[in-house]
Structures are given as C-alpha cells and as structure tokens.
C-alpha cells in the first residue's frame, strides 16, 4: 500500500494553515517566556479582563439553561444572578483599568495600532451588551432602564432596529450575538498581542540600553526563537 | 497614516527573557475573579425589585391610571405625541439637519387611542352597554372624538395640576377609596366616562395587560406596549425617584438598592446634568451624537496628534516600568 499523496499546495486548508503557522508559530501563541519589564501590576488587569469574561460567560451559560425567569424564584438561581452581575461589574473595572495602563503605555507603539482599537471596540461593544442583560431582568430595573434607554436610542434611529422595550429582542442580543461580537473581538485582540509581543518600555537611555542589548552576556540572554521575528513589530 | 503618528522608534525587545506560563496564569486568574465574584456575591447578592403592573398602578393610583388613558384617547400623552419608531405626530429630535429618527421611519406603529383604549375595551365581549359605548365612538366623526376624549381629560388635567402645585383638588374629580373607582363629572364627554371608567376596571382585574400584548401571535415577548402606557403615567417614575434612577439623579447608570449599576456609563450621564444638553428638547439626539464622536475619538486615540503624545510626555510610564529601569540604570 502506497503512501497516501502529499496534499496540494492549492488546497485551501494548507494555505490556511501555512499563513496561520507563519503568522503566530505556536512559541508564539503559548510563550514560555516573556520579556522582563513585564514586571508590574498594571499587567494584571489585562488578564483580569478575560478572566472576568469567563466567568460571565459560565454563570450566563447557567442562567440561560434555567430561562430567563428561574433566578426570581429561586435562591440558586438568584446565587448564579449575583455572580454574572458582579463578574460584570469586575469585567468593565479590570478593563478600564487596563485600558489607562495601555494608554499611558502608548501601547499603540511599534505598529501595534490594531491592538489598541480591537481593545477599544470590546470596551465599546461590551456597554450594550451589559445594557441589554440589564433591560432583561424581568424586574422594575428592566422596566425603568428600557423606558428611559429608548429615547437616547430612538433619537438616533437605532430604536427603529433595536427595540429596547421588547424583551424577547433584547434577551436573543444579550445571550447571543453581542456575547460573540465581543468574544470575537478579545479573542482577535488577543492573538494581536500574541503577534506583535508585549510594548516595550518607552527608550529613556538609548545609549546605555543600545550597550546593554548589544552585550553578549550582560545585555541578557537571547529570545525565543520563535520570538526573535521582527516583521509584525515594525 | 504615517502624518498623524509621532515619530515611532520603538524597536523589538533584545534584552532578556523571563520564564512565563501562559495557562498557570490565565488559570489562577480565573479561579482568582470567580472568588471575588462569590464574595461579592456571598456579601452583597444582587438586586431584583419586583416590577410594576398596570394592575397595581389603577390600584395604587387611580387617577393618575385615569388621567395617562385619558391623555393616550386624546393624543396628549407621551407616546402619541412620540413620533418615530412609535407614529408620525412629530418628527422627534434633531441635531441642526440631522433627524435620523425622522429619518428610519415608524417601525413599531401605536396609535394610542386604538392600542391603550378601544381595541382592549372590545376584549370585554360580556359588558354589552361598553360595546354600545365603544361602537358610539368610534363611528363618531374624528372632531367629535377629540371633542369627547378633550372633555373628559380636562378635569383631570386639572386635577392633576392642582395636585402637582399642592393646591385644593377640583371637585369634577372625585375618587371612592373603598372602592378606588374614579368619577370624572365632565359634560359632553359622550361615551367617554363609561368607557375609561370600564378600563379602570380592566387595568385593576390585571386583564388590560393581556390585552395591551394581543397580537396574532400566542407566544409573546414584545412589551413595548404596556411600558410606554405605564411610561406615561406615574407609576414607575415615583418608584425611580425613590431609587434614584431619575435622569437628574444620574439615573441611567444607577440601579435599584445601593449597587454599582453601570458606572460605565458615567459619561453618557454626565451630558444630561450640564448645558446646553440639560435644557433641550433635543437633548437626547445631541448626547448620542457627542458620544458617538468621543466613542471615534477613544477608538483613533493611536492616531489624534496630541494625545498620541501624552503618555510620552507625562511620565506615568516610569512607575509602570520602574523595575525596568532600575535594571537599566544598574547594568
């Protein structure tokens, strides 16, 4: 029996794979290692982030196997309500957190552009996404938020698409299509970062750090192979 | 792009590596919030007040339930003078020539009289002088129906009024608290009080929610039309006002009890507290429209000459990087 014929260059699931090799080798994706300034607390939040998400994403997944009205009636229910509010309401501070840090890193730097505006759009997508789990409550809050929401909305059309006072609308974009928007969109954010390293700190002794990164030794060891590619950092 | 960036020299890190394990990390992580999130729950739980029905506002309030349907009948109310999405009995907000709302048109068309009043009233097939009353109305002239619908709303109108100002209430309105049924004395009203007087009764008996969400469908889920009725009367806006979720008390970003809410929204909220935003009727188009260009600003922040620049010229990047460059300074 003959071995089987080596795939051809014009498949599509080899060109696919071979750019996505390329793109992030998986050193790259899952480094073992990282550079040393990253070293503070700052760099916390940015994990912090995703860490929250997650733990929205599994008490709504709970939330949502019961219905959207198990929670009033039950205190299990009620349990798993409270810890998808307050794992939302870590979400948004370990991201504003994590936002100024990155601006005051200028994280933008070293052609890191798409990494600071997939961040930004999260952050952006995520306000409807808690503002529609809020006009879903099927309580007075549900009712208070959506009768005032829908003139802000209706004044600029949007109200014409997306019904704040219809629950059933509201419910399908919080449990479905704003969760994937902004999976998508850390997901996304996050193979950017993996890509482009970590923003470097901003140069203040150019001639001591150009000694120290031409040392061979006391410059410090040499990186990851799979980290020494320049391409994405222009 | 390249005019609108500073200059970048930032170069690929060259110094040293540290070992680092991605998943031990992302996992602790995790494991840390769904602690905090437990604690927070465990301390503090989550609000869930109960919602208003129309049933407990013609209970607790009935002339203003009586006053908000008198208002829906006559095309006084908030909704009917709405526009879009609702109808077209205005144009809605504008910002200089911009009317989007005017603009995407009516998606969600109410006619208050029919929708609030007439069409739940012809559910109460077993009350044959209501019938009688209902199909007196509306085979009347549009002029006589405003007539009617005007004369039965000014009592309570100026019921309401004298109320609001703390003065003696007119005597045209009057309310048995044993019962909690309203009289409304007003003369060539036609059928008016009979009708609003059965919708009062509706409303108590819970049957007028059922009938504001009819629809050819028998599952249901749009509420849109019992929220803009209660909107428009007093109900719901005296229990915000007691949870502190008024516009003027920053409402929007607040929730009910002492919790966080959205405290995200703290900007959007702030618009509404300052002028020119406070006092215009248009306030709501030109928020959204300061927000939408902020919204752009925060996603361009790379690219706007000047901000791009901050972080380089404050330098909060040294605490961040402190430990960096005490190992710079020192090798």
């Keep these: 029996m003959s071995a089987a014929p080596r795939t051809p260059s014009k498949s599509w699931t080899v060109k696919v794979r071979e750019k996505g090799v390329e793109a992030l080798p998986p050193e ?22 995703i860490a929250s998400l997650i733990v929205i994403i599994g008490s709504g997944c709970i939330l949502a196997l019961k219905g959207p009205a198990w929670w009033h009636y039950t205190g299990v229910g009620h349990f798993f309500n409270s810890i998808h509010m307050w794992s939302v309401e870590l979400f948004f501070f370990a991201m504003v957190v994590h936002l100024w840090g990155k601006y005051w890193m200028a994280a933008w730097r070293g052609g890191r552009g798409r990494v600071w505006v997939t961040g930004a759009i999260t952050f952006l997508i995520a306000v409807p996404a808690a503002l529609t789990g809020y006009v879903s409550q099927q309580n007075f809050d549900a009712q208070w938020i959506s009768t005032q929401a829908k003139d802000g909305l209706n004044s600029v059309g949007v109200g014409a698409f997306f019904n704040v006072t219809n629950f059933g ?7 479905l299509l704003l969760p994937i928007a ?5 997901s996304a954010h996050v193979l950017l970062v993996r890509r482009n390293g970590v923003v470097p700190p901003f140069e203040i002794d150019t001639k001591k750090a150009a000694i120290a990164a031409a040392s061979p030794d006391g410059g410090g060891s040499p990186p990851p192979p799979s980290l020494t590619s320049t391409g994405a950092q222009s | ?30 494991g840390v919030i769904t ?3 437990v604690l927070l729950t465990v301390l503090f739980s989550s609000p869930d007040d109960k919602s208003s029905t129309i049933s407990q506002w013609s209970h607790e309030l009935p002339v203003n339930f009586a006053t908000a349907a008198a208002t829906e009948l006559n095309g006084t109310s908030g909704t009917a003078g709405y526009g879009p999405p609702y109808n077209h009995n205005s144009q809605g907000t504008q910002a200089w020539i911009l009317r989007p709302q005017k603009w995407l048109g009516v998606s969600h068309p109410i006619n208050t009289a029919d929708d609030f009043v007439i069409k739940p009233l012809e559910t109460v097939s077993s009350d044959p002088a209501l019938q009688r009353g209902v199909a007196e109305y509306k085979a009347a002239p549009e002029k006589q129906k405003q007539e009617w619908a005007d004369a039965y709303a000014k009592p309570l109108e ?13 005597s045209t309105v009057s309310v048995d608290l044993s019962t909690g049924t ?3 004395q007003a003369s060539g009203a036609g059928p008016v009080p009979l009708m609003m007087t059965s919708l009062l009764s509706l409303a108590k008996s819970g049957g007028l929610e059922g009938g504001l969400v009819t629809s050819s469908q028998f599952f249901q889920t749009d509420y849109t039309k019992p929220l803009l009725f209660m909107a428009d009367g007093g109900l719901l806006a005296e229990r915000a006002e007691g949870q502190h979720l008024l516009g003027e008390q920053w409402g929007m970003m607040n929730e009910t009890g002492s919790y966080p809410g959205q405290p995200w929204l703290w900007l959007y909220a702030l618009w509404y507290q300052v002028e020119p935003f406070k006092s215009s009727e248009n306030a709501d188009i030109l928020v959204m429209l300061v927000m939408g260009v902020l919204s752009l600003a925060f996603i361009c922040i790379p690219f706007i000459p000047g901000i791009n620049m901050l972080p380089r010229k404050i330098p909060i990047y040294r605490l961040i990087w402190k430990e960096h460059y005490r190992a710079q300074q020192n090798a």
């Design chain 2, 182 to 184: 309203v009289t409304v």
């Design chain 1, 182 to 186: 902004v999976v998508a969109l850390v």
């Design chain 1, 28 to 49: 790259r994706l899952l480094p073992d290692g990282q550079p040393t300034y990253v070293a503070s607390w700052i760099y916390v939040f940015g994990v912090a982030s």
């Design chain 2, 35 to 37: 602690l905090l999130a």
């Design chain 2, 158 to 170: 100026e019921y309401a009024t004298a109320e609001e100002e703390k003065k003696t209430a007119p």
């Design chain 2, 1 to 30: 792009m390249s005019f609108l960036r500073p200059k970048d020299d930032t170069q690929p890190w060259k110094g040293r590596y540290q070992p680092y394990d991605l998943i031990k990390e992302a996992s602790i992580a995790v």
């Design chain 1, 169 to 175: 609308q509201m419910y399908s974009w919080h449990i």
